[in-house]
């Protein structure tokens, strides 16, 4: 077990490395290369990539990793049908949402936005859609598989191509031309994903029988909660940029966060990739009613990330001024903003973590739960303190994971618990 951990995340540190390297380089190139109020206008397109793969995405990601852990030794034939639910239900989603931005009205779009920028270049907010959620389902089920060899590959392929052609297209064409580069670069990392998926699976003896799909429509079901609250969060974290937005200045403010938020990003991959690997053990061991394994990847993964991240702040709040005036002089203003969502990394990773398992577990309700609180509360405060700026908007996120972090360890306690005393299943 712990071998697989750690092969398991040195090939995951790798690939986020890489791929947390090039979306740094791509900010700070984007930032130099554009004006603060496109390169504002260029955040909000991706906030709202992110609503929209989220809305399309159906919650099929953590639901398709956990059932590939549990079936892909146990049940190879449904494990193949999984895979195959997974991508038509999510290319199915993605192209209802093209035709669905394709037939509002450019108007009301910009309205959404807060906006009226680029009124061309909205349009391609459904394809960008299409291909994040793609791209997302596809690396779940690599993840599921347990190919984090290449699972990492694809990471480092897609951030170098995507920070390569959103740099060039910002210099030919700005903001427009940056959002078509990370189309392409989304659009090229689809299809070698795909063939790799296509080889795992043979090389693991996975049967694709994608004419027996509709069999694994209960996966649809499950994947409610999660879902509803990858949902939730992709709209709030969409109209906090909105809120933002709307703001005198707010485009230039919005920036500024951004470019903050990058390095909080960089600062949550140990965190990120220690989750997204014991995600598929933990469920796996949990199936087998393996207690004590379960305790074990818990502890090691909360203790490592815990660790990491507090180095990480430690080192930010050394050189915050530093790091933000890598994206230029009219950045450096926002170290203090830095400062703020360097903090909130911490209950971020506890959080993050203890998310996770109750996910492998099964506690779907009691996450949905959590999030919609998280949200809510990230939300309720920059509502409350309007007019908002970059600072206001970095401690609404902070006091929502605060209470998030809380309410997930009083939520995993009980499944410890009850392993320990009651000798119940883990």
Same mark, same amino acid.
């Given at each position: 077990m712990i071998s697989r951990l750690a092969g398991g995340t040195t090939w995951s540190a790798i690939g986020s490395m890489v791929s947390q390297g090039c979306s740094l380089l791509m900010g700070i190139a984007l930032a130099r290369i554009l004006m603060p109020n496109a390169f504002g206008w260029f955040t909000l397109i991706q906030a709202t990539v992110l609503m929209l793969q989220s809305v399309g995405g159906l919650g099929l990601g953590l639901a398709t990793t956990s059932h590939l852990a549990r079936t892909k030794q146990q049940d190879r034939q449904r494990a193949g049908r999984i895979v195959c639910m997974s991508v038509l239900a999510t290319s199915v989603a993605g192209i209802l949402i093209v035709g669905i931005i394709l037939v509002v009205p450019t108007v009301i779009l910009q309205r959404c936005l807060g906006t009226n920028d680029y009124p061309n270049a909205i349009k391609l907010l459904g394809l960008l859609g299409m291909l994040a959620m793609i791209n997302k389902i596809q690396t779940d089920i690599l993840i599921g598989l347990e190919a984090f060899k290449q699972t990492a590959f694809i990471a480092m392929i897609r951030g170098a191509m995507a920070a390569l052609l959103a740099a060039m297209g910002a210099y030919a064409s700005g903001a427009v031309g940056a959002v078509a580069g990370l189309g392409a670069a989304w659009l090229l990392s689809g299809v070698i994903s795909q063939a790799i998926i296509l080889s795992t699976c043979r090389n693991q003896r996975i049967c694709l029988a994608w004419g027996q799909f509709l069999r694994e429509y209960r996966l649809l079901g499950t994947s409610m909660f999660v879902s509803a609250s990858s949902l939730w969060l992709a709209v709030v974290n969409w109209l906090l940029n909105i809120i933002l937005a709307r703001q005198p200045n707010g485009l230039a403010e919005l920036a500024i966060f951004n470019a903050a938020d990058r390095w909080r990003t960089a600062m949550l991959f140990v965190p990120g990739l220690l989750a997204q690997v014991s995600l598929p053990m933990f469920a796996s061991a949990y199936s087998q009613h393996e207690i004590n394994t379960c305790k074990r990847l818990m502890t090691m993964a909360g203790s490592t990330a815990m660790a990491s991240t507090g180095i990480c702040v430690i080192a930010v709040f050394l050189t915050a001024h530093t790091l933000m005036a890598m994206y230029g002089n009219n950045f450096v203003s926002g170290d203090k903003v830095l400062l703020i969502l360097a903090l909130s990394c911490l209950p971020t990773a506890a959080s993050m973590i203890g998310?996770?398992? &109750?996910?492998?577990?099964?506690?779907?309700? /009691?996450?949905?739960?959590?999030?919609?609180?998280?949200?809510?509360?990230?939300?309720? +405060?920059?509502?409350?303190?309007?007019?908002?700026?970059?600072?206001?908007?970095?401690?609404?996120? &902070?006091?929502?994971?605060?209470?998030?972090? /809380?309410?997930?360890?009083?939520?995993?306690?009980?499944?410890?618990?009850?392993?320990? +005393?009651?000798?119940?299943?883990?």
């Amino acid at each position: 077990m712990i071998s697989r951990l750690a092969g398991g995340t040195t090939w995951s540190a790798i690939g986020s490395m890489v791929s947390q390297g090039c979306s740094l380089l791509m900010g700070i190139a984007l930032a130099r290369i554009l004006m603060p109020n496109a390169f504002g206008w260029f955040t909000l397109i991706q906030a709202t990539v992110l609503m929209l793969q989220s809305v399309g995405g159906l919650g099929l990601g953590l639901a398709t990793t956990s059932h590939l852990a549990r079936t892909k030794q146990q049940d190879r034939q449904r494990a193949g049908r999984i895979v195959c639910m997974s991508v038509l239900a999510t290319s199915v989603a993605g192209i209802l949402i093209v035709g669905i931005i394709l037939v509002v009205p450019t108007v009301i779009l910009q309205r959404c936005l807060g906006t009226n920028d680029y009124p061309n270049a909205i349009k391609l907010l459904g394809l960008l859609g299409m291909l994040a959620m793609i791209n997302k389902i596809q690396t779940d089920i690599l993840i599921g598989l347990e190919a984090f060899k290449q699972t990492a590959f694809i990471a480092m392929i897609r951030g170098a191509m995507a920070a390569l052609l959103a740099a060039m297209g910002a210099y030919a064409s700005g903001a427009v031309g940056a959002v078509a580069g990370l189309g392409a670069a989304w659009l090229l990392s689809g299809v070698i994903s795909q063939a790799i998926i296509l080889s795992t699976c043979r090389n693991q003896r996975i049967c694709l029988a994608w004419g027996q799909f509709l069999r694994e429509y209960r996966l649809l079901g499950t994947s409610m909660f999660v879902s509803a609250s990858s949902l939730w969060l992709a709209v709030v974290n969409w109209l906090l940029n909105i809120i933002l937005a709307r703001q005198p200045n707010g485009l230039a403010e919005l920036a500024i966060f951004n470019a903050a938020d990058r390095w909080r990003t960089a600062m949550l991959f140990v965190p990120g990739l220690l989750a997204q690997v014991s995600l598929p053990m933990f469920a796996s061991a949990y199936s087998q009613h393996e207690i004590n394994t379960c305790k074990r990847l818990m502890t090691m993964a909360g203790s490592t990330a815990m660790a990491s991240t507090g180095i990480c702040v430690i080192a930010v709040f050394l050189t915050a001024h530093t790091l933000m005036a890598m994206y230029g002089n009219n950045f450096v203003s926002g170290d203090k903003v830095l400062l703020i969502l360097a903090l909130s990394c911490l209950p971020t990773a506890a959080s993050m973590i203890g998310s996770y398992c &109750l996910w492998a577990v099964g506690r779907t309700g /009691t996450m949905l739960s959590i999030d919609l609180v998280r949200g809510l509360v990230s939300l309720s +405060y920059c509502l409350f303190r309007r007019p908002i700026c970059a600072m206001d908007l970095a401690m609404g996120i &902070l006091i929502g994971y605060i209470v998030s972090a /809380t309410i997930v360890a009083v939520a995993i306690w009980p499944v410890i618990r009850q392993g320990r +005393y009651k000798g119940q299943q883990c």
